[in-house]
């Protein structure tokens, strides 16, 4: 062991260069990094996807998958060691002990065929010489500091029999249980629900108070840095564009593209209210139900019944957005899809107009259908790889009797309408990015000349840049066409921006519904305080800087 | 509005040529197209290095290989010679390999893709049928086909496609399975398209791919079944075949085992062909993912 | 546990009763029925003895009624008669059925361990020399058919070396007893036994190989390296009862397969267990036993799959049982 210091950074890295195999984007993942960690604070290196930023925390821990990716230059020193010429012997122990990760996915992060207890003992028994009962104390111990409940039987549940916000905690005790000098914390909230993020963002940022540690905390989310970080390193395309004190980069950002991604960040504040009480109703949901039934299978999950919707109610203006926020769980996307009928719903009614979608006949459905048109979530997954750009966008009006010429030259003018090229006609979707195939979508839902637009967390898959762009398409889109539009999201600041009102969804049922600006400044349902309550970053507004074109 | 989002970079190279590139670069894979040329090139010389019956007399018994030029590989004890019997043999064996292959693809295809889209009942009685002939083994069920069908050529290639069925039929199943909740389905019905455009248009095209990668397996699998089939006599005795050369020159194993070795060989050189062609077709279409 | 066990018996069933029915319409499809036989071995008859035999065999009842007394006998594993061996088929299925399951049983036994460890070796030093050499050689048998390896290795063990006996089960002109027997037998079965496990071994460390490869990608090893987790510990305790479970599940589909196997390689080495059995009654057209035999191996093969069920479900933790 060598000499450990006791001032100066835990973590530098410089000039560090990563080369990624031939034939990726680019040749090197992470070009020239420099960076540095002290001890008691935490860094959020902040990026989008493609930033390299997943690779570079790999790097540190050198779990590079070599020899595929792999370092070309620079050093990366631990407690003044320079961890490259170190032997893989002597990195496994550090490993766990000394520095630690945290990863993204609670779900699949965890061995499923080791009980919990187990699992964390590894660590211990990995790098210490304790006797049984002491590593059994440490383990319950550590438990209890990440506020798991019961600690005495989480030691023997399998990650299966816990929620993923329980995963995360095991995850967390699993890194400091040896009171490492440093954690890499890999977007470790972003799988998580809101409420349950700032849980365990305030859990990393007591227990690193605590025990002193250094946190490299690696996110895409700046209501996230606004929380908790105490510097800010923003990365892009693999190199560092900018790097300071939070506060600084948070409101006085120098670099153009700092300043874009703050730019992009919805703001929590609605804009002004529209008035819709004279418009038509277009839509009225009444008591909305949908339950799952059990699922008994042999083996796996078995599925005890589940009420997703239960009798929910509103109405739809023309012209209006109204927005269904919740968490996973809540039954907002189960109620999108009674709606348009992909689900059939077991009570209640939905009225277009005059017409009763729940009991229309598959020819009635199908004329209704014209009205009704959905946006989806997965820009992947929802167009079909196998057929060109314009042939999905027509495909509607041509299954409704359109002459296919006719509706294939609409959709190449759809493109432009949607701001994308008509050369983009003859494509496949996999030559698009994610924001660009959500356009295709949203051209594809345009091309029936809907009434309503139903979007299903429409924007939670894309980057923050390309989310506003986006945003900003269905806003325009929306005012030009008179679109009524109801959007689906979890995520609070974008039902701030884009809807007119608001309902709040928890477990089947709508807990409040209203106009945005006053369900978001004077909540009066406990579960909306509580979901406001844990927005990150709340208490920070992204200033409005010169030249945002937002 | 201006086209802020018209950047698409030029149109990359179709989808076949990528596919060839990725195949190209896997180099069992390219071997075993050769393999599979050379066998296909035997089939296709067959009569030209014997125009008439390869299973007349062409020499005497017993002639070893690279000995004489009149039989190159050979002559069985029955004095037939050798070569011709690998070429020909060549023709009968990816025959068989394609047609039953052909039936068993097409029933697991329309098996498969009921059962997968409509679930509930449907599913369930159909899986039943699968599980029945799975649960039998297909060597066993082919001999009891046989017996009742006879050797004939054609019914030997119906028998092996009847037991060959379940295996592509799971496939599909369970590529519709997963394909049928995913999100451009969603978006078809959403526009109105009923259940067989869906099943046709939307979900087929896209389930495709991994099947025909395995159907080179069950090319592999049904060379073998009608290779065991021959060797044990219950073959198309008008039709020159290894598994018989093989069969035929067990007695004569101690003494001149190139009876049995040559046909072997080639047996092997040919399923070799299409279980490298199945795996680098597989690769070639699921390269594996590296994460960023 | 027992409410498993009947789960299990309520899916199986209608499983068996197609199997049952299939065998049935074969039986009908064959040409010629247990009375032509009959009447054959005889010497031929006239009409009305063919009529009252036909009658006392009901053969003349209606399909449906012929069908559930089959299906009743089934049960009972009464499969009728064989002519050719002049006894119940039940009894001729009993006394072949030793030799096949000890054949089965260690073939699928030694492919599948040594399989796996190969696998296990190929993947850890994967795109290496040894890897490829694995590999290769994996391939190579797995494309080998079973009977042409049966004989080869007869003329490398067999004739030129004299190791090993050529075929049968035990040195006939001997009379060994107690451990003796054992080992007689034993040496007899090592090479059928090894034609029949080689090429499945060949099947499972690719299996394994692959599977392998992809847990070693997965999180949660990675979570492991990242404790300090490494070479050994990570094999075993992460990486190889997760990759086994993918391998398990396809050993239920293999069983049938390798029984069907077994035919071949009885043949080639003139073992008296099922396989020849099934030859023989081909040759010979004696339909009740080879229906006997298709009934009897899909019951094995059943048994079989339910105790790799059991087995599977005891190593994966994310199954409850109760």
């Excluded at chain 1, 796996?300 to 957005?321: H, Y």
């Excluded at chain 1, 945005?516 to 844990?534: D, E, I």
């Excluded at chain 3, 029925?33 to 053969?59: F, K, N, S, W």
Aim: aromatic letters at 6%.
């Amino acid at each position: 062991m060598s000499k450990q210091q006791t001032t100066g950074p835990v973590l530098e890295i410089e000039g560090l260069r990563i080369a990624l195999p031939e034939g990726a984007d680019r040749p090197l993942a992470i070009d020239g990094l420099n960076l540095s960690v002290n001890a008691g604070e935490i860094v959020c290196l902040v990026g989008e996807s493609g930033s390299g930023k997943t690779l570079a925390a790999s790097a540190v821990m050198r779990l590079l998958p070599e020899p595929h990716v792999r370092v070309t230059a620079g050093t990366v020193r631990f407690e003044g060691q320079d961890l490259f010429q170190l032997s893989e012997k002597q990195m496994r122990a550090l490993r766990g002990s000394r520095m630690s990760m945290i990863f993204q996915e609670p779900m699949t992060a965890l061995n499923p065929q080791k009980r919990v207890g187990w699992q964390i003992d590894e660590v211990l028994r990995l790098h210490t010489n304790l006797s049984r009962k002491e590593r059994h104390a440490r383990v319950l111990d550590i438990l209890e500091q990440v506020r798991i409940p019961d600690p005495a039987s989480a030691v023997n549940a399998y990650p299966h029999q816990i929620s993923g916000g329980q995963r995360q905690r095991v995850m967390i005790a699993m890194a400091l249980v040896l009171q490492p000098k440093l954690i890499i914390a890999d977007e470790p909230t972003t799988a998580l629900d809101v409420t349950t993020q700032l849980q365990v963002l305030r859990l990393v940022r007591e227990l690193q108070a605590k025990f002193g540690t250094g946190v490299l905390f690696i996110t895409h989310d700046f209501g996230v840095v606004a929380e908790i970080a105490d510097r800010v390193a923003v990365l892009r395309q693999g190199e560092l564009v900018e790097q300071g004190p939070a506060s600084e980069v948070l409101n006085r950002p120098r670099h153009p593209y700092t300043q874009a991604l703050i730019a992009a960040v919805p703001d929590l504040r609605p804009p002004k209210p529209k008035d819709f009480s004279g418009a038509p109703e277009v839509l009225r949901v009444a008591n909305l139900k949908k339950t799952f039934k059990p699922k008994r299978s042999l083996f796996g999950r078995r599925r005890n019944a589940v009420v997703a919707v239960d009798d929910v109610s509103f109405e739809l203006r023309k012209g209006e957005t109204l927005g269904i926020v919740g968490e996973s769980g809540s039954g907002k996307t189960t109620v999108s899809r009674c709606v348009t009928r992909l689900l059939e719903a077991d009570g209640g009614s939905v009225r277009l107009g005059e017409s009763d979608v729940l009991n229309a006949s598959r020819r009635d459905l199908r004329a209704l259908r014209r009205d009704i048109q959905m946006v989806f979530q997965d820009p992947m997954a929802s167009l079909n790889p196998r057929k060109r750009v314009v042939d999905l966008i027509a495909q509607g009006p041509i299954v409704h009797g359109e002459d296919p010429e006719k509706a294939r030259a609409r959709a190449r003018e759809l493109l432009s309408l949607v701001e994308l090229s008509p050369a983009a006609a003859e494509r496949y979707p996999h030559e698009f990015s994610g924001g660009q195939r959500q356009r295709i979508g949203i051209a594809r839902a345009l091309a029936l000349n809907p009434k309503i637009i139903v979007a299903d967390e429409p924007v939670s898959a894309l980057d923050v840049s390309v989310q506003a762009q986006v945003l900003k398409l269905l806003a325009d889109l929306r005012d030009r066409l008179s679109l009524s539009l109801l959007f689906i999201t979890h995520d609070l600041r974008v039902a701030a921006q884009l809807c007119d009102r608001v309902a709040v969804m928890e477990k089947g049922k709508i807990v409040e519904i209203g106009p945005t600006a006053t369900v978001f400044s004077n909540p009066t349902h406990p579960y909306t305080r509580k979901l406001l309550a844990s927005i990150p970053g709340r208490n920070w507004t992204p200033p409005v800087l010169a030249g945002n074109a937002a | 509005m201006s086209l802020i989002e018209a950047k698409i970079e030029a149109a990359p190279p179709s989808a076949w040529s990528e596919l060839w590139r990725r195949y190209r670069r896997n180099r069992a894979a390219v071997l075993g197209l050769v393999l599979l040329g050379l066998v296909l090139a035997m089939a296709a010389t067959a009569g030209l290095v014997e125009p008439e019956d390869p299973l007349r007399r062409a020499g005497e018994p017993l002639i070893p290989p690279f000995t004489s030029w009149a039989t190159p590989l050979g002559t069985d004890q029955l004095g037939r010679d050798i070569l011709a019997g690998i070429f020909h043999g060549a023709r009968t064996s990816l025959l068989i390999g394609i047609v039953s292959t052909v039936i068993a693809v097409s029933i697991g295809i329309l098996v498969g893709s009921v059962s997968g889209y409509f679930g509930g009942w449907i599913d369930d009685t159909l899986m039943r049928i699968t599980e029945a002939f799975q649960t039998i083994p297909n060597f066993v069920l082919l001999l009891a086909l046989v017996a009742i069908m006879g050797s004939s050529l054609q019914n030997m290639i119906i028998a092996i496609g009847i037991v060959s069925w379940t295996a592509p039929a799971r496939l599909v199943r369970a590529e519709f399975l997963s394909l049928r909740g995913r999100e451009f389905v969603e978006a078809a019905r959403n526009l109105g398209v009923g259940d067989a455009g869906i099943i046709f248009r939307e979900i087929l095209p896209n389930a495709l791919p991994p099947v025909i990668v395995f159907a080179s397996v069950i090319m592999a699998i049904s060379i073998l079944l009608e290779s065991a089939l021959a060797f044990l006599g219950l073959g198309d005795p008008n039709y020159a075949s290894w598994g018989n050369m093989i069969g035929m020159g067990r007695s004569v194993l101690r003494t001149d085992f190139y009876c049995v070795a040559i046909p072997g060989i080639a047996i092997i050189v040919t399923v070799l062909a299409f279980s490298l062609i199945g795996e680098g077709l597989n690769e070639a279409v699921n390269p594996r993912q590296k994460k960023s | 546990m027992l409410n498993y066990l009947l789960k299990r018996i309520v899916q199986v069933v209608p499983v068996v009763l197609i199997i049952m029915i299939g065998t049935f319409l074969l039986l009908k499809l064959a040409p010629g029925d247990t009375v032509d036989a009959l009447v054959g071995d005889m010497g031929g008859a006239d009409p009305q003895v063919i009529a009252r035999l036909r009658a006392e065999y009901g053969l003349d009842q209606p399909v449906w009624v012929q069908l559930l007394v089959y299906m009743k006998k089934l049960v009972q594993f009464d499969f009728g008669w064989s002519f050719v061996h002049e006894q119940p088929v039940a009894t001729v299925l009993m006394s072949r059925l030793g030799p096949t399951l000890l054949l089965m049983l260690s073939s699928l036994f030694f492919a599948v361990s040594i399989g796996s460890v190969l696998g296990m070796i190929a993947a850890r030093k994967a795109y290496s020399l040894t890897d490829n050499v694995i590999s290769t050689l994996g391939l190579i048998f797995y494309a080998t058919p079973s009977f042409f390896l049966g004989l080869m290795m007869i003329v490398l063990f067999s004739v030129k070396l004299g190791w090993l006996p050529v075929g049968g089960i035990q040195t006939i002109p001997s009379f060994y007893s107690g451990w003796d027997y054992v080992i007689d037998v034993a040496e007899h079965l090592i090479l059928p036994t090894a034609s029949l496990s080689l090429i499945y071994l060949a099947l499972y460390m690719r299996l394994m190989r692959t599977s392998v490869l992809e847990v070693a990608d997965l999180d949660y090893v990675r979570t492991a390296r990242a404790k300090g987790a490494g070479g050994a510990r990570l094999m075993i305790h992460h990486i190889a009862r997760n990759a086994l479970l993918p391998v398990i599940t396809l050993l239920g589909v293999q069983f049938s397969t390798i029984l069907g196997g077994s035919v071949v390689i009885e043949t080639v080495f003139a073992l008296p267990g099922l396989g020849q059995l099934a030859y023989q009654a081909v040759i010979q057209r004696d339909m009740n036993v080879l229906m006997g035999l298709v009934f009897l191996s899909s019951v094995l093969v059943i048994v079989v799959n339910f105790l790799i069920d059991l087995i599977y479900a005891s190593l994966d933790s994310r199954i409850e049982l109760s």
